[in-house]
Nanobody, 124 residues
């Protein structure tokens, strides 16, 4: 079992930067592919970014490519999401997720472990 706890959300203005962090604990937390997803009111949860177990492969949603950077530190069991040039459309609850069976994935269904989420609000 893996537990995930997100932190770093908040209220910022358009154009600002924010960094989210996810702390993983539990069995073999460092051996999971990790991802960030987000969900806005009335919308389905959507893929933001994912990173492979070793950190050598990263994927991004088109909407955040070039603005967001996902990273991980397996020694500290943490995954980060650096968000730059934030836009009001980025407003959502952001979730950290872990996958034990996939090396990397964009699909919510491929992730077994989820954090409680952290709110990011971007004002115009």
């Amino acid at each position: 079992q893996v537990q995930l706890v997100e932190s770093g959300g908040g209220l910022v203005q358009a154009g600002d930067s924010l960094r989210l962090s996810c702390l993983a604990s539990g069995r073999a937390a460092g051996s999971h592919a990790m991802g960030w997803f987000r969900q806005s009111p009335g919308k389905e949860r959507e893929f933001v970014a994912s990173i492979s177990r070793s950190g050598d492969i990263t994927w991004y949603a088109d909407a955040v490519k070039g603005r967001f950077i996902i990273s991980r530190d397996n020694a500290k069991s943490t995954v980060g999401l650096q968000m730059n040039s934030l836009e009001p459309e980025d407003t959502a609850v952001y979730y950290c997720a872990g996958s034990a069976f996939y090396s990397i994935s964009r699909s919510t269904g491929n992730y077994q472990y989820w954090g409680q989420g952290t709110q990011v609000t971007v004002s115009s």
